[in-house]
Structure formats: C-alpha cells, structure tokens
C-alpha cells in the first residue's frame, strides 16, 4: 500500500467515525444549539412522559409555515431536520391552551406580565418585525417565550401546536455567555 493510499484510508476512516459519531448523538436526542435564545452548545431531547407545563423549557419543530420560511431567509433560525429543513427550536413554554395572551408593549398571559417580553419594531437588520395579534391560545397549541431581548418567539409568530414539541430540553454542553 503507497503512502498516499494509506492516508487517504486514514481520512475516509477518520470522516466516517465522526460521521458515526453524529449520526448516534443525533439519533440519542443530542442537538447542537447555536442560537442566543438559549445557551450555545449541546442540548438533549427527553422524551416527556406527561402533558406540556407551564415553564417547560422544550425542543419543538416549528412548522413550515410563511413565517418560518421568512425567519428561515432573515437567518433567525438555521436549517435542520424538521419539516421544511428548519432546525427545532429552544423555548419556553409561557401559555398553553385557554390562556389570553394580551400583546403591546409586551406580553401578558391572563392578564400577569411576562418578564423580558417587550416587543421589538424591527430585528437587528432593521426589518420590520409584526407582533402576534394575541388572543387565546387554541386547544393542542402553546404559546413559547425566550426573555432574550431579541428571541423570534410567539410574540411576532404566536402560538405553535403542541404537536411539533420533540420533549423536553436539556443542556449537556454549553456556554453561558
């Protein structure tokens, strides 16, 4: 075997265990979080064993949906696995069903205040960002919240079903900034 033949081997070899080594996190629940929502780095899925709470931090596949493919090409979300190849999202779940999400300055769920949920007229761009109507949240929905000031979340997308939550999110590796 020539030399170039034995390092070629040693990269093919090399690519595939990393690409084995993604494929097993990725089918053990391990996703990679590279937005400011939340921290950055490694979260995991858990699998809920019970309904959707009030102040469930979640991993939820948001739906491919005109405004998605708008946050999508803004670049406020990454492409991914879910449908319409959008990553899943980091969130909080702030209301579930039945509750009256009120929006103005910011957000109010039954009528108490959400911490750090004051609306924003435009992104980082200088685009204009359009705020949820507000109302209440629909059977089989839930209405998501990060308090990081410049989080795309049901405050300019409302409320998602329930349906696209994968589980529950926890980090494994991450960076607080």
């Known amino acids: 075997m020539t030399r170039r033949r034995r390092a070629l081997t040693v990269i093919w070899i090399g690519a595939a265990v990393v690409i084995g080594l993604f494929a097993l996190g990725y089918l053990g629940g391990l996703r ?3 937005t400011p929502s939340y921290p950055l780095g ?3 899925i858990v699998p809920l064993d019970r309904e959707i709470a009030l102040g469930d931090l979640v991993m939820i596949c948001p739906p491919p949906t005109s405004a998605f493919r708008l946050a999508r090409q803004r670049g406020y979300l ?3 696995l879910c449908s319409g190849w959008l990553s899943p999202l980091i969130k909080t779940v702030a209301a579930t069903q039945g509750q009256r999400v009120e929006i103005a300055g910011s957000v109010s769920v039954d009528g ?3 911490a750090g949920s004051e609306l924003r007229a435009a992104d980082g761009e200088g685009r204009a960002l359009i705020p949820f109507a507000g109302g209440v949240v629909p059977p089989g ?3 998501l919240h990060s308090d990081f000031a ?3 979340d049901s405050r300019y997308f409302g409320p998602l079903p329930a349906a696209g939550v994968l589980g529950l999110a926890h980090p494994v590796l991450t960076i607080h900034r």
Do not use: A, D
């Open 150 to 152: 410049g989080s795309y």
């Open 42 to 44: 490694i979260w995991r």
């Open 112 to 114: 108490v205040p959400l």
């Open 141 to 143: 929905h839930v209405f």
């Open 32 to 34: 990679i979080n590279l």
């Open 78 to 80: 990454r492409s991914g």
